[in-house]
């Protein structure tokens, strides 16, 4: 049975725009589905939950919309055996579509893609895990993209309410707002000393650390290749570091960012791991796909091999 999760709110209308479209097509070609649309902020994943509760032994949940509520979803699945993700992307961002090679303008191939994908594609997920919460409870998220903790988490979890972000939305020029506050961002934040363990080895210290991102698929921010080598099949995560050089001097590196040719840059660390244990002497926001995690000295990064189903 095909499931389709619409956030009609997203996309400054986008996913309207798509909706009639694939709603076209679907009827023309007498599929049967049934529409879920999300009310509010994080009700994807309450849909996504009581989704894997039908008694439906192939379910086939079908995404019409950006990448946060593809994590919203992702954090609501409880059983990963028995459902498969389609995406019609419909946000300014759409990372994981980019990650995927998944078309991202063409709505009509998408479906096409999604009806025809059989018993689709095994990929890897991720999933952040931190103790170092005031109750001192553990607590966990599962991310399609990226983990990130420092600059590109402080952007990606307020890029949402920006006001940069809406005026460039209805410009139809979203992704620029990424840049923007990330420039903004960079020059009034505080740096980190942090210590990094990977995979079990020897910890590796970082002094003046601008952020850490941990990668499923190369880009995020709207297409920035963190690591332009990660891929979200290869049962491993990929990490990127910026630390120990001036603030003004990452800003000029960061075109070389943007084009993915900062690997051998100094000021740049990048590596894949299956484990990764950060350690931090002051706090900074963590964020799963944008979305925020907490506000956090310590947390555990790991892949999830070949977890999610997608329908490619």
């Known amino acids: 049975m095909y499931y389709f999760l619409v956030n009609l ?3 400054s209308g986008k996913s309207v725009r798509r909706w009639k479209i694939i709603k076209n097509q679907l009827e023309k070609n007498n599929v049967a589905y049934e529409l879920l649309v999300p009310e509010f902020q994080g009700d994807a994943t309450r849909i996504a939950r009581e989704v894997c509760e039908r ?3 192939d379910i086939r949940l079908v995404i019409l919309g950006g990448d946060g509520t593809i994590n919203e979803v992702l954090n609501g699945i409880t059983d990963f055996s028995r459902l498969k993700i389609g995406l019609i992307p419909t946000g300014s961002g759409n990372d994981f579509s980019r990650g995927l090679h998944l078309p991202r303008h063409r709505p009509r191939k998408s479906l096409k893609m999604i009806l025809r994908a059989g018993d689709g594609k095994k990929i890897d997920i991720g999933q952040v895990e931190s103790a170092d919460f005031e109750d001192g409870a553990v607590r966990r998220k599962f991310f399609a993209i990226s983990s990130g903790f420092g600059l590109d988490a402080i952007v990606g979890t307020g890029i949402n309410t920006s006001k940069i972000k809406i005026v460039l939305n209805k410009l139809h020029a979203g992704k620029l707002s990424y840049a923007i506050l990330t420039v903004i961002t ?10 990094v363990s990977f995979d079990g080895e020897e ?6 650390l601008i952020f850490l991102a941990a990668m499923n698929t190369k880009a995020e921010g709207g297409g920035v290749p963190m690591n332009p080598k990660a891929v979200a099949d290869d049962g491993k995560l990929s990490v990127c570091i910026a630390a ?11 075109p070389l960012l943007c ?4 690997g051998k840059l100094n000021g740049f660390f990048l590596r894949d791991f299956r484990t990764m244990e950060l350690v931090s002497e002051t706090p900074s926001v963590i964020h ?8 956090l000295k310590k947390a555990t990064f790991s892949v999830l091999e070949s977890k999610l189903t997608m329908l490619v």
């Open 9 to 11: 709110k997203g996309g």
């Open 55 to 57: 008694e439906d032994s």
């Open 186 to 195: 960079l020059f009034k934040m505080t740096t980190h000393r942090v210590t």
């Open 203 to 208: 910890p590796i210290s970082f002094q003046k």
């Open 244 to 254: 120990g050089v001036p603030k003004w001097k990452t800003f000029l590196m960061f």
């Open 259 to 262: 084009a993915g040719l900062h």
């Open 288 to 295: 799963t796909d944008g979305e925020f995690f907490g506000n």
